[in-house]
């Protein structure tokens, strides 16, 4: 339960953040234009609002909707989710939304999107300042990685370690690693000791999505870091450093491989072979019910060398910036699988996305997770569908070209269709997170 509040409060303060940065970047454009905004809503109040204010002599009015789906601001003289027909069949004013040209119009719908790529670069640039960047080179993964049976199938094996993809080397394990081998022709691993090439079939990203498995992960040696008090570990006599590299004979070159064997070893006795300082030692020891020893193993950062890029304030802007719209490329590179039949099994609502949070609340991760959902919300939103920003850009450049507004009664009936097919799409992946909780 504690795991779950923490993430649900990560999730609604992220989403709050960039709302309100989203709507505040429509807010501040019709105001310069001086069109009259009539409400200001951080999470949408359909019947009643949590909270609500009107400064005096203001045409704006400031609230907290209880439905925590998003936010708007009400822009007067729009065809918006508001759909306030009586307002549209009235004579337009000066002051409204319809009334002013093109260019304006097409401003204060893009600035949303645009408020969205600022923040996730600021955002970037202060992770980047405050906690710099460091990173696992892959080819100091010296254990190779782990591969899902999808790319088992395409060729990998475990322990390979990853070079290139075509002509380009892989430096870290990551999404922008995974969309360059699963659109690489030819991708170089170094196995034992020599270099292999390996022909790349199409599809591999589909498998992937349809498996459920991922790609692979990094494979790490089982280093005590500490013991468990009172522990079989404890009582064996094992210490931070020692390296566990085999059970009654059979090698654990990695943790995995040790996980395994004391998982069939369970409620038994076994015999451990370890180093420590550089020598091999042995050590009997009694395996749990769990299939356990009881000690925490060492993490990828304490076992393998890293490289930390240390970034001052202003080197942090454009490399926040570059980091920023890396993101996005490879946001929008993945983004046709979702037209995928496996693409399209793997959507997730407000479930899925809550789950990308860490368990325990850690600032860093926070950030960079709230960047990424900035980045997201941006090209989500610059989309071409009704109800979107990108539906309302679509038709103010069909304006600006042809010189010619859309019938207001077709924007009404766009509106409603998009509307539509949010909200289908809305239910479908929140319904897929309900069917994933209950089928797992």
Do not use: C
């Amino acid at each position: 339960m504690e795991t779950f509040l923490i993430k649900a409060l990560q999730l609604i303060l992220s989403l709050s953040i960039l709302v309100v940065v989203h709507e505040f970047g429509h807010y501040i454009f019709a105001r310069m234009f001086k069109i009259r905004v009539e409400k200001f809503y951080l999470f949408f109040d359909p019947w009643f609002a949590l909270f609500r204010y009107k400064p005096k002599n203001s045409h704006t009015e400031y609230g907290i909707g209880w439905l925590p789906l998003g936010g708007y601001v009400k822009i007067a003289g729009m065809i918006d989710e508001s759909m306030d027909k009586e307002q549209m069949s009235r004579p337009a004013e000066p002051w409204e939304f319809r009334s002013k040209p093109a260019g304006q119009r097409l401003l204060v719908m893009v600035a949303g999107v645009v408020f969205n790529l600022l923040l996730a670069f600021f955002i970037y640039s202060m992770v980047l300042f405050t906690w710099n960047d460091t990173y696992l080179p892959l080819k100091n993964v010296t254990q190779g990685m782990e591969f899902s049976q999808a790319a088992h199938r395409a060729g990998f094996q475990d322990g390979d370690i990853l070079l290139r993809a075509d002509n380009k080397e892989l430096q870290r394990f990551g999404v922008r690693t995974l969309l360059d081998v699963a659109n690489a022709e030819k991708v170089t691993v170094l196995r034992n000791g020599e270099e292999v090439q390996l022909t790349m079939q199409e599809g591999l990203m589909e498998n992937l999505l349809k498996d459920k498995e991922g790609f692979a992960v990094e494979r790490i040696p089982a280093v005590v870091y500490q013991t468990m008090e009172g522990s079989a570990a404890d009582r064996a006599g094992l210490t931070t450093g020692d390296s566990i590299v085999g059970v009654n004979g059979m090698a654990t070159p990695v943790f995995s491989d040790l996980r395994a064997v004391l998982d069939d070893n369970r409620n038994q006795q076994v015999t451990l072979d370890y180093y420590r300082n550089g020598t091999l030692q042995t050590a009997t020891i009694e395996v749990d019910s769990a299939g356990t020893l009881g000690f925490y193993a060492m993490g990828l950062g304490q076992v393998y060398q890293t490289v930390t890029i240390e970034y001052g304030f202003f080197e942090s802007f454009p490399a926040g910036v570059r980091l920023g719209i890396q993101t996005l490329k490879d946001y929008v590179a993945q983004f046709k699988y979702v037209f995928t039949k496996a693409g399209a099994s793997s959507l997730g609502g407000f479930g899925a996305i809550g789950n990308l949070f860490p368990a325990q609340w850690n600032w860093q991760a926070f950030w960079m997770m709230t960047a990424f959902l900035s980045v997201i919300l941006a090209f989500m939103n610059i989309l071409p569908i009704p109800a979107l920003d990108g539906g309302h850009v679509m038709f103010l450049i069909y304006e600006v070209i042809t010189r010619r507004k859309p019938n207001e009664k077709f924007m009404e009936y766009a509106q409603v269709a998009g509307m539509i097919l949010l909200l289908g799409l809305v239910l479908y992946a929140n319904g897929m997170d309900v069917v994933r909780a209950i089928f797992n």
